[in-house]
């Protein structure tokens, strides 16, 4: 048996470290996925939300409000807090009551953390949320840790009042204030999030096309300013229209109606989805708020999941 070379035992061996670290790199599995950001030391992780996490996350969001609402933030920084969150919420709502499909995407410098210490680590999320057979996806709630906001004035404030004793926010800041040093503050990680977001979705469902939210104005000034700009399509209504009524042989369904949704831009159609996107998820109406009067944005997925250097 002929012996290998010295040189093809090297080069097995780097081959291999090469698939080793590209693993470590990008990874799904089953319904969740990561990213690790070795320029910025961040795993970039897609959580699907279960019954076995849903309270954790219901108990992360509750904290981060409290904690946002103390922090002595000016006016306006707070009330974007509490609609960011108002948003995350609608999302966990939607799961528990409409059976939606819902994704938490988030950034943290401990993946394997668990409990106060992987709310302490986390450091920017956003609700992921979808229904199956439908093309849209909404990237709803995004929001950055208060927790790095908090002065131990505000924080022996808050104490005082008691307002920090319900939701477990002294144990969350207990684990927080164990991490030393604090981590580094970097800009651009919302437009990071958005894309690192759409590449899991279409990882895990590559029927998705469509990125469709109703972002705070701060948000969507972001995606406008940034190199996703021009993919941008706005849209301010949302329309179901019958192409095919129902057909009926005396009492009996022959054929069954068939609706398509347009989104509209004064009045235009933009884009058309071919269903009635609002029955097959009510969510639509609660989280992306198609009915309503919010301003409203579409990216397409391929466009947003492309890796952009945000500023």
């Known amino acids: 048996m002929r012996r290998k070379s010295p040189l093809f035992l090297m080069l097995l061996v780097i081959l291999f470290t090469s698939l080793l670290h590209a693993s470590d790199r990008r990874s799904s599995k089953r319904d969740d996925y990561f990213e690790y950001d070795e320029s910025k030391g961040l795993y970039f992780i897609m959580e699907r939300v279960t019954p076995s996490n849903f309270k954790f996350w219901q108990l992360y969001r509750n904290a981060m409000l409290r904690i946002a609402s103390n922090v002595g933030l000016e006016t306006e920084h707070r009330i974007d807090y509490a609609q960011a969150l108002k948003g995350f919420q609608n999302s966990l709502n939607a799961y528990q009551e409409n059976g939606a499909q819902v994704w938490i995407a ?89 894309s690192f977001a759409a590449r899991g979705m279409l990882e895990l469902d590559k029927t998705k096309t469509l990125m469709v939210t109703a972002p705070l104005k701060v948000m969507s000034d972001m995606l406008v300013r940034s190199p996703l700009g021009r993919e941008v399509i706005h849209i301010d209504q949302a329309e179901v229209v019958v192409t095919q009524p129902q057909a009926m042989l005396g009492s009996h369904v022959i054929s069954p109606e068939v609706a398509v949704t347009d989104l509209k831009r004064d009045n235009k159609t933009v884009i058309r989805l071919p269903m009635d996107a609002l029955k097959v998820a009510p969510w639509l109406g609660t989280v992306t708020f198609l009915t309503g009067t919010q301003p409203k944005i579409a990216i397409p997925l391929p466009a947003l999941a492309t890796p952009t250097d945000a500023e």
């Open 106 to 194: 988030y950034a943290t410098r401990n993946p394997k953390a668990t409990g106060f210490m992987k709310m302490a680590r986390i450091e920017i999320c956003v609700t992921v949320i979808t229904s199956p057979g439908l093309p849209i996806v909404t990237h709803m709630g995004i929001f950055r840790s208060p927790l790095s906001l908090l002065s131990d004035e505000a924080h022996d404030i808050a104490n005082e009042a008691g307002v920090f004793r319900e939701h477990n926010v002294n144990d969350i800041i207990a684990a927080y204030r164990k991490v030393v040093p604090p981590s580094p503050k970097y800009k651009g990680l919302a437009l990071l999030l958005h």
